[in-house]
C-alpha cells in the first residue's frame, strides 16, 4: 500500500534471517510441532543474578533518567579499565561510547565513515547486518572469503588482493558469527603488515565473542600502536554476560570518531538506558565465575556437538574455537543450504540458519547454535541423522 512512499534507501537494508527462522519455528511449534532450536544466536543463561540486582537498585537510587549521551562517566571508566584488563589496550573515558547494544556500533561506524563508492572489505560469511549496514551507508561490501579448508581464517594473500584505493574500512570479527572460527595473532599481525603503510583504512573489529574463546586468547588489531587510532571497537554485554535484552553495548574509538558516534547517538537514540549503564559496572568489576561458567558449558557442548556431527556420513565439520556456532559443511548432499535449513526445519523439526543467511560463500554450510541445553543437542543430532538418511 505504501510502496511508492517508502524511501528508495530502504531497498538497501537486509534482515536478520535468524529472526526469520525463529518466526517459522514458531509458527510450525503453535501447530503442535516439537522444533528443536538452533537458529538463534543468543546465550540460553540467565544474565547472573549480582547484575540483575545492580540494574533494580540503580532503578531504585533513581537511575531512570536521561544520561549523558555517550554514557555515565563512571559507565566509560569501567568499561575503559575493562578493555585495559581484557584487551591489552590503554583507553580512556572520552573514547567509549555506550549504546543500545553491540549492532549500533556497526550502523553507526558506517554512517560515518563510509562515503557512496567506498569499498568496505567484509569476511563472507559474516554477521549479515555488516553487509546490510554497508549498502545503507552507499558503500560496496567487498568479500574476504572464510573456508572450512583453513579452519575459517584468514587467507592472508587473498586479503592482499583486495586492497585497493578506494578501501576504506576492514572488518574482522574475531572469533567469527557464523563460523565459530578464530582469527590467530598471526593473522592480526598479517593485517597489519598488510595496511601498515595506508593509514587512511580504518578497522571495524567486532569482538563480542572475544570471552568466548576455547583455547587461548583473541588479539585485537587495536593492541598495536599504530592502529589503536584507526580501529572502532564494537563489544558489548550480550553474549559474555548473557544479555541480549538488555540492549547495551559500546565502542571504543578515537576521541574525534566518537564524537561523531555521540552525535550519531544523539540523533537517534540520546542514550542507553540509565540503569542499564550501572549495572554494566556490576558486570565488568563483578564476579566473573558466571562468564566461566557459560564458557564452560558452551566448551563441553561444542566437543561434544562436533564429534557427534562428525560421525553422521556426508557431514563434515571442523572444531571452532570460539563463539557458540559450528558452521558444518554439508555440500555432499548435493541440495543448497537453503533447502538443507528449510527441510531440516519442516521435516525433522531443527531450526537451524542456512550457510547463506551469513554471505555468498556460506553456501554448502549450515550454521547451527549451541546456545541450548546438551540435551537439546542430542536430541538435535539425532534428528539431524535421521534426516540426511533420508537425503
Ligand atoms: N556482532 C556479532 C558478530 C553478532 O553475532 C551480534 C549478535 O548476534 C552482534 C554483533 C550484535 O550484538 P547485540 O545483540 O549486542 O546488538
Given at each position: 500500500m505504501f510502496e511508492q512512499a517508502i524511501?528508495?534507501?530502504?531497498?538497501l537494508l537486509h534482515t536478520e534471517s535468524a529472526f526469520q527462522i525463529l518466526a517459522k519455528a514458531r509458527a510450525l511449534e503453535a501447530e503442535g510441532r516439537s522444533i528443536i532450536h538452533m537458529?538463534?544466536?543468543?546465550?540460553?543463561?540467565?544474565?547472573p543474578q549480582n547484575i540483575i540486582e545492580a540494574a533494580y537498585k540503580a532503578m531504585n537510587d533513581g537511575y531512570t533518567g536521561y544520561t549523558p549521551t555517550p554514557g555515565l562517566p563512571e559507565s566509560r571508566k569501567a568499561i575503559a579499565d575493562y578493555a585495559a584488563a581484557h584487551k591489552g589496550i590503554v583507553t580512556s573515558p572520552e573514547e567509549i561510547v555506550i549504546v543500545p547494544g553491540g549492532k549500533p556500533v556497526m550502523f553507526y561506524t558506517m554512517l560515518m565513515?563510509?562515503?557512496?563508492g567506498d569499498e568496505v572489505i567484509c569476511?563472507?560469511?559474516?554477521?549479515p547486518i555488516y553487509e546490510s549496514c554497508i549498502n545503507f551507508a552507499g558503500g560496496k561490501a567487498v568479500s574476504l572469503p572464510l573456508t572450512?579448508?583453513?579452519?575459517?581464517?584468514?587467507d592472508v594473500d587473498y586479503f592482499r588482493n583486495l586492497?585497493?584505493?578506494?578501501?576504506k574500512l576492514v572488518i574482522i570479527n574475531?572469533?567469527?558469527?557464523?563460523?565459530?572460527?578464530v582469527f590467530e595473532k598471526e593473522d592480526i599481525e598479517a593485517v597489519a603488515e598488510i595496511l601498515k603503510?595506508?593509514?587512511d583504512i580504518f578497522i571495524m573489529s567486532d569482538?563480542?565473542?572475544?570471552?568466548?574463546?576455547?583455547?587461548g586468547n583473541v588479539v585485537s588489531i587495536a593492541k598495536y600502536p599504530e592502529f589503536k587510532d584507526r580501529t572502532i571497537i564494537l563489544d558489548g554485554f550480550s553474549k559474555t554476560y548473557s544479555m541480549?535484552?538488555?540492549r547495551l553495548g559500546y565502542g571504543i574509538m578515537h576521541k574525534e570518531l566518537a564524537a561523531h558516534m555521540e552525535m550519531l547517538m544523539v540523533n537517534?537514540?540520546?542514550?542507553?538506558?540509565a540503569f542499564n549503564q550501572i549495572a554494566a559496572i556490576e558486570a565488568l568489576t563483578g564476579p566473573q565465575d558466571m562468564v566461566e561458567v557459560m564458557k564452560n558449558a558452551f566448551k563441553e557442548r561444542r566437543d561434544w556437538l562436533v564429534a557427534a556431527l562428525n560421525e553422521i556420513p556426508g557431514v563434515n565439520c571442523c572444531l571452532p574455537k570460539g563463539a557458540f556456532y559450528v558452521f558444518p559443511d554439508?555440500?555432499?548432499?548435493?541440495?543448497?543450504s537453503d533447502e538443507f535449513a528449510d527441510r531440516m526445519l519442516n521435516e525433522a523439526g531443527v531450526a537451524a540458519a542456512a550457510?547463506?543467511?551469513?554471505?555468498?560463500?556460506?553456501?554448502?554450510y549450515i550454521r547451527l547454535s549451541y546456545a541450548t541445553s546438551l540435551d537439546n543437542i542430542k536430541a538435535a543430532v539425532e534428528r539431524i541423522s535421521g534426516f540426511t538418511k533420508k537425503l
Open positions: 524511501a528508495s534507501r530502504m531497498g537458529e538463534i544466536g543468543q546465550p540460553d543463561f540467565k544474565t565513515l563510509v562515503e557512496p569476511p563472507n560469511p559474516s554477521f572450512s579448508k583453513n579452519d575459517f581464517r584468514l586492497i585497493t584505493p578506494k578501501t574475531n572469533p567469527s558469527n557464523p563460523t565459530g572460527g603503510d595506508r593509514p569482538e563480542i565473542y572475544d570471552r568466548l574463546v576455547f583455547d541480549t535484552g538488555w537517534s537514540n540520546s542514550c542507553a538506558t554439508i555440500s555432499s548432499f548435493g541440495i543448497s550457510g547463506t543467511a551469513f554471505g555468498a560463500y556460506g553456501e554448502g
